[in-house]
């Protein structure tokens, strides 16, 4: 359908790759999520790796908070060909254990690994095995003197916490490394990332920290992101909720979906319903919501409950539904089928409609 969206003038950094996923210099922005099974608990993690790729995740962080925790890493990185970053705070020895036991990238909050000897160390063995690490810096736990000089974490506070570990990365001359500056506070957040977008030239990775449930964390996460997107600020993302981490990957999608950044997947317009509809619209668009998920051809799908708003919407759309009595009106490119849908059958049926619809668009876009 017709491109509607402004281009966005991205901001330019290096580029560097979390396993085979290019992250900065114009790659596409990639998302990003966390399981958070218990990481020993192998086949449970492995399961949601598989979860988190059917919805599009592009990389995934584990949490290895102990020994048995990254022994449980080595297994769940052999049975799976997702880039994975071990996420690692306080103890070093952890960091270079993921590291050997194959690793695409870690996350590190220099902040509480402690002694500058023991970041070293973990620097060393990055490079030696070729990947790179992201400085994660979080309001939650920034380094004390930085905590004492500013009193609260203030954006200026995280920007300087996150200098001060770059300057010891470029020291060791080391470069494959992003940033990130999160905090709960969005306003916070923004400020932090246009600040630190000014100062370096390293990939940035955006997100709200501890943002909440879903419905107050997506609402956070979206103007948060959305806010710094929209500026070209930000390399790769993670939505964070209070949720199932698949939920965080459907959210950043849809909040580059309707930015125009990138698209994976359906776009579904709905209306909100009201007592003119004529089959359960609300209903409807969620059972195919989780129908569809691993869709990741971009189309457009109208379903709106009655001719009101029906057709001026199923015009534009790739397949449009339109709401009548017994029977709703289907559109494909905009123009009016033969065939109905029956409303007591609907899900099924546009199901077919949708899947095939998608086939055609993906061959015509590999061709
Ligand atoms: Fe109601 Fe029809 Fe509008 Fe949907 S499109 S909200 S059913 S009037």
Known sequence: MMNKYKAINRRKSNRIYVGNVPIGNNAPISVQSMTNTKTTDIQDTI????????????????????????????????????????DIHFDYRLAIKSIQYGADCLRINPGNIGKKRK??????????????????????????????????????????????SIEHFDSLNFHQFKVSVKA?????????????????????????????????????????????LSEGIGDTLRVSLAAHPIEEVKVGYDILKVLGIRFRGINFIACPTCSRQEFDVIKVVKDLEKKLEDIETSMDVSIIGCVVNGLGEAKMANLGVTG??????LYQDGIRQKNKLNNKDIVRELEIYIRKKSSELKNKNDN
Do not use: M, W
């Open 47 to 86: 399961n949601q790796i598989d979860q988190l790729k059917r919805v599009g995740v592009d990389i995934i962080r584990i949490s290895i908070p102990t020994k048995e925790a990254a022994e449980a890493f080595k297994i769940i990185k052999k049975k799976t060909n997702i880039p994975l970053i071990a």
């Open 119 to 164: 970041i070293n160390e973990i620097v060393s063995c990055a490079k030696d095995n070729n990947i790179p690490i992201r400085i994660g810096i979080n309001s939650g736990s920034l380094e004390h003197d930085i905590l004492k000089k500013y009193k609260s974490p203030l954006p200026e506070a995280l920007v300087e916490s996150a200098i001060r």
């Open 324 to 329: 009548g009595y017994k029977k709703s009106g």
């Open 184 to 228: 709960s506070d969005v306003f916070s957040a923004v400020k932090a990332n246009k600040i630190l977008a000014k100062k370096i030239t390293q990939p940035i990775h955006i997100g709200i920290t501890e943002s909440g449930s879903i419905r107050n964390g997506t609402v956070k996460s979206s103007i948060g992101i959305a806010s710094l």
